[in-house]
T-cell receptor
């Protein structure tokens, strides 16, 4: 069974530029999560999708971050414009159902904002 | 808000000995707890979990203990192996399934 796929693996941009990350969850997993992991901290939930609907985006900085999962499968997370403090690893995870507690993580996208 | 805390950023043990990683939480609504293991340049991988109706769960060399009254859980690895060297994240979730992670503990197992 293929795992959660993410691309790109690394991205370096200058502040005020835009960037987008892509995630393809495990086949059949209805729930998709985006996390931000800053160096030295645990992952912090940004947004949770159930199929193509948003379940929780309370911690998403909506002035600059946006995410979509239009067809309920893969998802994109966008930052526009990026700030220095956005430098982090962005992790995508999926689970079969919201009540399934175990989430399966992708390898992450490491973003550096200069 | 630090609802899940791992107070030891690092731990070093000798191969063959026991590794004990600790985690504390503050939210009494948490009822499911997980440990994830993370190697460099990879995403966290699920290791073991425990629900609040239990106080112990064992899977091979890995055992998780939950003390609800103290809001404390620990992961025991016996015997420790060099391949166990990684960062271990404690995570907790409540009925709303909003999972919270600790900051992680870097375990180094020396041959």
């Amino acid at each position: 069974e293929a795992g959660v796929a993410q691309s790109p693996r690394y991205k370096i941009i200058e502040k005020r530029q835009s960037v987008a990350f892509w995630c393809n969850p495990i086949s059949g997993h209805a729930t998709l999560y985006w996390y931000q992991q800053i160096l030295g901290q645990g992952p912090k939930l940004l947004i949770q999708f159930q199929n193509n609907g948003v379940v929780d985006d309370s911690q998403l900085p909506k002035d600059r971050f946006s995410a979509e999962r239009l067809k309920g499968v893969d998802s994109t997370l966008k930052i526009q414009p990026a700030k220095l403090e956005d430098s982090a690893v962005y992790l995508c995870a999926s689970s079969f159902h919201p009540s399934e507690e175990t989430q399966y993580f992708g390898p992450g996208t490491r973003l550096l904002v200069l | 808000d630090q609802q899940v805390k791992q107070n030891s950023p690092s731990l070093s043990v000798q191969e063959g000995r026991i590794s004990i990683l600790n985690c504390d939480y503050t939210n009494s609504m948490f009822d499911y707890f997980l440990w994830y293991k993370k190697y460099p340049a990879e995403g966290p991988t699920f290791l073991i979990s425990i629900s609040s109706i239990k106080d112990k769960n064992e899977d091979g060399r890995f055992t998780v203990f939950l003390n609800k009254s103290a809001k404390h859980l620990s992961l025991h690895i016996v015997p420790s192996q060099p391949g166990d060297s990684a960062v271990y994240f404690c995570a907790a979730s409540g009925g709303d399934n909003d999972m919270r992670f600790g900051a992680g503990t870097r375990l180094t197992v020396k041959p």
